[in-house]
């Protein structure tokens, strides 16, 4: 099958956009309750646009930033896409630089970010941050474990939500495979049993001639 | 997704266990031998986002290239005239400075300014390092793309026979990246000590040497300062102890580097 075809599949099968979101969702609020910190982030690598995209917030800014752009290849969680490597930066509030960009994009400055790339199979699909974690609690090699985990986590539920978007557009194109998969689509949403007996008196037909 | 172990990133607080050398090996091999009162004035090239010429923390920078793709999608090498938009790279320079201050730094940047860790950019970065004759190579980055494995292996293991030590950040989620795991290059993990020249050999590889990567204060765009933890880090103490080392005894090849390093390494018993 091809990548759209069990995009499909997933689609019409498994969950949906909503349920992915809620997905991500839950994984921003338990790591900035973990880490006792004042906000938490998922960004999504739009490759097309070679840009950031905030696609589940925690804590500041989280009523505004989803759907929020910036270049990928710049700021802290930047860094950590283009190396594939996991970071850790304090102190950022005394760079001056750092902080306009920071307030022009989002409004808000933290003074550290936590930032893990999130790694599925061959791709980076996008970063998760941590800002301002508690200052009681020190940020040292067995806290980048816990959150290489969550990032495991997350950069699975990523690509599930881009799985299901995929199956949506893949539902509004053209060909076999979006035609059965709308046709699967309606008669989820069909009271009798019509629809599916036709399909099945369909699917013998075709058996019959082969 | 891999179904390899996922291999030790850094090192639990508490020092490593530790690693037995040969008694004759032990005594004749020390750190006062391996890096006494050197400087480390060899060549040094990071590959990375580039490197901000004239950072109090970094110094001159010998050379800057930058790898570009041209208008018909054709890898090039071009001088660079951005330095570094990103900051990891100066980040990395001015650890290896810290350690070797009489070090020549090269840059080549194959990160930032639009690019986001393409392999074939990355490959072309470090073809261009190796053919540079440069002594010590730090790569603070990886690539997760398999089809540029076996490229970037050979290109290791050209570095390795031609005596350029390659040192590359180690990686602990759960996914295969590359260089870090070839032996032909060294590979670094954290530990949380303060000390830059701690460093410990691990009993249990693929993961080779664990340095400071914790808390590090690193050269930041605009001439300040950070505070930083992550393998990034990590790696660049060892290419700036390497650089010691082959300041000191240029005749060693790469895999006497590394057995220079695991035998004076912190946990090695007997280290002095």
């Given at each position: ?210 | ?42 060549d040094v090239c990071i590959v990375d ?13 010998a050379s800057a290239r930058a790898v ?9 090498i ?11 790279g ?15 730094l090269h840059s080549v940047r194959v ?10 950019l990355i490959l072309a970065g470090l073809r261009h390092a190796i053919d540079s004759g440069h002594r010590v190579i730090n790569l ?15 290109l290791a293991?050209d570095a390795?026979?031609k005596?350029t030590v390659i040192v590359a ?10 260089p ?5 290059v ?53 290419a ?33």
């Amino acid at each position: 099958m091809s990548d759209e075809q069990s995009a499909a599949a997933a689609g019409v099968l498994g969950g949906d956009e909503e349920t992915f979101r809620a997905l991500l969702q839950s994984i921003v609020d338990v790591a900035r309750a973990i880490f006792g910190a004042q906000a938490s982030s998922i960004f999504l690598y739009d490759e097309d646009a070679d840009e950031l995209v905030f696609e589940a917030v925690s804590g500041e800014g989280g009523d505004t930033l989803v759907g929020t752009r910036f270049p990928s290849s710049t700021g802290i969680a930047g860094f950590a896409l283009v190396t594939r490597q996991p970071l850790v930066v304090d102190d950022l509030s005394n760079d001056p630089r750092f902080s306009r960009e920071r307030a022009a994009s989002t409004g808000y400055v933290p003074n550290s970010i936590v930032a893990s790339p999130l790694l599925h199979d061959e791709r980076a699909l996008g970063v998760l941050s941590v800002l301002d974690r508690a200052e009681d609690r020190p940020f040292g090699v067995a806290e980048l474990e816990l959150l290489s985990r969550f990032s495991t986590q997350a950069a699975i539920g990523l690509d599930l939500l881009l799985r299901a978007r995929r199956a949506r557009s893949a539902l509004a194109g053209e060909g076999t495979p979006a035609l059965v998969a709308r046709v699967a689509s309606l008669l989820d949403e069909e009271d009798g049993d019509e629809g599916m007996r036709l399909l099945e008196a369909l699917e013998r037909l075709l058996l019959s001639r082969r | 997704m891999s179904t390899r172990p996922v291999p030790a990133w850094s090192l639990p607080p508490g020092d490593a266990p530790a690693v037995e050398a040969p008694g004759p090996w032990r005594e004749a091999l020390t750190r006062q031998w391996a890096i006494g009162d050197s400087r480390g004035a060899v060549d040094v090239c990071i590959v990375d986002s580039g490197i901000e010429a004239g950072h109090p923390l970094v110094g001159p920078v010998a050379s800057a290239r930058a790898v570009a793709r041209g208008e018909d999608g054709s890898v090039q090498i071009v001088e660079d005239e951005l330095g570094d938009v990103v900051g990891h790279g100066t980040a990395c320079a001015g650890i290896v400075r810290s350690l070797a201050p009489d070090c020549r730094l090269h840059s080549v940047r194959v990160l930032g300014a639009g690019n986001t860790g393409a392999g074939d950019l990355i490959l072309a970065g470090l073809r261009h390092a190796i053919d540079s004759g440069h002594r010590v190579i730090n790569l603070s980055l990886s690539t997760t793309k398999r089809r540029f494995a076996e490229e970037l292996h050979e290109l290791a293991d050209d570095a390795y026979f031609k005596g350029t030590v390659i040192v590359a950040s180690a990686h602990n989620l759960p996914v295969d990246s590359y260089p870090w795991r070839f032996s032909s290059v060294i590979s670094v993990g954290s530990h949380e000590r303060p000390d830059p020249l701690t460093w410990y050999a691990n009993p249990d590889p693929p993961v080779e040497l664990f340095a400071r990567g914790v808390d590090v204060d690193v050269a930041w765009l605009g001439g300040g300062t950070l505070r930083c933890t992550g393998n990034s880090f990590a790696a660049p103490h060892v290419a700036g102890i390497s650089a010691l080392v082959l300041a000191k005894h240029p005749e060693l090849t790469p895999y006497q580097v590394k057995t220079v390093l695991r035998l004076t390494a912190t946990n090695t018993e007997g280290t002095p």
